[in-house]
């Protein structure tokens, strides 16, 4: 199991805040400050110019920032080393149903999860969403390619299947 955390700023509706409810069935830590993250994480972050691919394998652990996207500001961890983007992938989740790229952060951990290797943690993540499982099966195909991938240039030489 690859330990997960997620920075939160409460700036999102904790109604339908992802991270919240993995946090109460103990499957992330919450961080509530930068400097409680792991430095040598998996950092997500969609501004990141590398995408996730399998040569992340090794790094200890993964972090979502969890905050509104309106105030998505990731000016605080720019020269952070791990910093990954993910490639084309479609939501999932009601808010955002469809949409490329805007993931929620269970979304976004679980898709990690999975193109790593550790697609059992994926599943196993994202079951507790009504909607969670449907996650995996709109993008089985990207995600069982971008999981055979070497690195982050031929994952992303692969989104432009899917694009
Ligand atoms: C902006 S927050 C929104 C959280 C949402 N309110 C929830 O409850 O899940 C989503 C976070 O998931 C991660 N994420 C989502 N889409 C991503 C992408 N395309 N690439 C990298 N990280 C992504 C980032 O850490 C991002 O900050």
């Known amino acids: 199991m690859i330990p997960l955390y997620a920075y939160r ?18 499957l992330l830590r919450i961080a509530t ?22 040569a992340d394998q090794n790094l200890p652990s993964i972090t979502a920032l969890d905050c509104s996207w309106e105030v998505l500001d990731t000016g605080a961890v720019a020269s952070w080393r791990n910093r990954r983007a993910l490639p084309f992938l479609v939501a999932a989740n009601p808010v955002n149903f469809g949409r ?7 979304e976004a951990l679980a898709a990690t999860l ?10 196993d993540i994202l079951a507790p ?5 449907r996650f995996l099966e709109v993008n ?6 971008y ?17």
């Open 9 to 26: 700023d409460d700036t999102c509706d904790p109604r339908k805040c992802t991270v919240k409810k993995l946090a109460r069935r103990g």
């Open 33 to 54: 400050s930068i400097a409680k993250i792991p430095r040598q994480t998996l950092l997500l972050d969609p501004t990141a110019e590398q995408a996730v691919s399998p």
């Open 100 to 106: 490329p790229f805007r993931l929620t952060s269970v």
């Open 114 to 123: 999975y193109i790593i290797g550790e697609k059992e943690q994926a599943h």
């Open 129 to 133: 969403f009504g909607w969670g499982l």
């Open 140 to 145: 089985a195909d990207p995600l069982e390619d």
């Open 147 to 163: 999981s055979q991938a070497k690195d982050s240039a031929e994952v992303v030489a692969l989104q432009a299947l899917y694009m």
